[in-house]
């Protein structure tokens, strides 16, 4: 009789465990995607004056949907092409004129959707890691233009910025879960140009250290499979 009531004891105790965890149980949803759309760059600095450019990203998305929680995440992996002006003179005594670099730039990014209306609207924010391509003069008749705010460092010289940086990005999205719109900001937390200070500028009068904070908007559709 008590080994009996030991086993009626025990197969309630596992069903109730069963019952307990297939309650916990949640089913989430995988999703894969494609986006692209386009950029406006700038480098937030003292030491150059500065304009910010046109440019064009693209990118994959692998996310989790969670609809027991009031957030989403999702892998992001990005390639953008961005431009941004700089002023520049022919010879010290010549007026400035602003001349185009172009930058080539792969960031991967972990973010947080946190839903304020669902999955509808969401407001998304995470960490970004980047590598930086050159900084490249678009023309080449411009490689020799001296950069304004000194008097030796041309243009051709700004091209080995720091390759690895750490950013930040906040934005929303807007949609259907299949489709939507994304404005984001993103931020350099890293001195984009520290690798410039490696550098010796012969008969350079400027001695100030090279110190520079990326700053990028990106609008971009989204299609999610």
Same mark, same amino acid.
């Given at each position: 009789?008590?080994?009996?009531?030991?086993?009626?004891?025990?197969?309630?105790?596992?069903?109730?465990?069963?019952?307990?965890?297939?309650?916990?149980?949640?089913?989430?949803?995988?999703?894969?995607?494609?986006?692209?759309?386009?950029?406006?760059?700038?480098?937030?600095?003292?030491?150059?004056?500065?304009?910010?450019?046109?440019?064009?990203?693209?990118?994959?998305?692998?996310?989790?949907?969670?609809?027991?929680?009031?957030?989403?995440?999702?892998?992001?992996?990005?390639?953008?092409?961005?431009?941004?002006?700089?002023?520049?003179?022919?010879?010290?005594?010549?007026?400035?004129?602003?001349?185009?670099?172009?930058?080539?730039?792969?960031?991967?990014?972990?973010?947080?959707?946190?839903?304020?209306?669902?999955?509808?609207? +969401?407001?998304? !924010?995470?960490?970004?890691?980047?590598? $930086?391509?050159?900084? @490249?003069?678009? =023309?080449?008749?411009? *490689?020799?233009?001296?950069?304004?705010?000194?008097?030796?460092?041309?243009?051709?010289?700004?091209?080995?910025?720091?390759?690895?940086?750490?950013?930040?990005?906040?934005?929303?999205?807007?949609?259907?879960?299949?489709?939507?719109?994304?404005?984001?900001?993103?931020?350099?937390? +890293?001195?984009? !140009?520290?690798?410039?200070?490696?550098? $010796?500028?012969?008969? @350079?009068?400027? =001695?100030?250290?090279? *110190?520079?904070?990326?700053?990028?908007?990106?609008?971009?559709?989204?299609?999610?499979?």
């Amino acid at each position: 009789m008590k080994f009996n009531l030991v086993i009626l004891l025990v197969a309630l105790s596992i069903a109730s465990v069963t019952e307990s965890q297939a309650q916990k149980t949640v089913r989430t949803r995988n999703t894969l995607g494609v986006y692209g759309g386009l950029t406006q760059f700038d480098i937030k600095t003292d030491n150059f004056i500065t304009k910010p450019g046109q440019g064009w990203m693209v990118g994959l998305t692998a996310g989790v949907d969670l609809p027991h929680k009031w957030y989403t995440v999702s892998y992001n992996i990005q390639l953008a092409e961005n431009t941004v002006g700089i002023m520049a003179k022919p010879t010290l005594t010549s007026p400035s004129e602003e001349i185009d670099f172009t930058m080539l730039t792969a960031q991967v990014a972990f973010l947080v959707h946190v839903k304020v209306i669902q999955e509808y609207i +969401t407001i998304d !924010l995470g960490p970004m890691i980047q590598y $930086t391509g050159d900084l @490249e003069v678009k =023309k080449d008749s411009q *490689k020799d233009y001296i950069i304004e705010n000194y008097n030796r460092v041309s243009a051709k010289d700004l091209y080995k910025i720091s390759p690895f940086n750490v950013n930040g990005a906040i934005g929303i999205s807007a949609g259907f879960p299949s489709f939507k719109l994304r404005g984001q900001y993103i931020y350099g937390f +890293t001195n984009i !140009l520290n690798q410039l200070n490696d550098e $010796t500028y012969v008969g @350079e009068t400027n =001695k100030s250290k090279f *110190k520079g904070n990326q700053s990028m908007f990106a609008v971009t559709a989204i299609i999610t499979f």
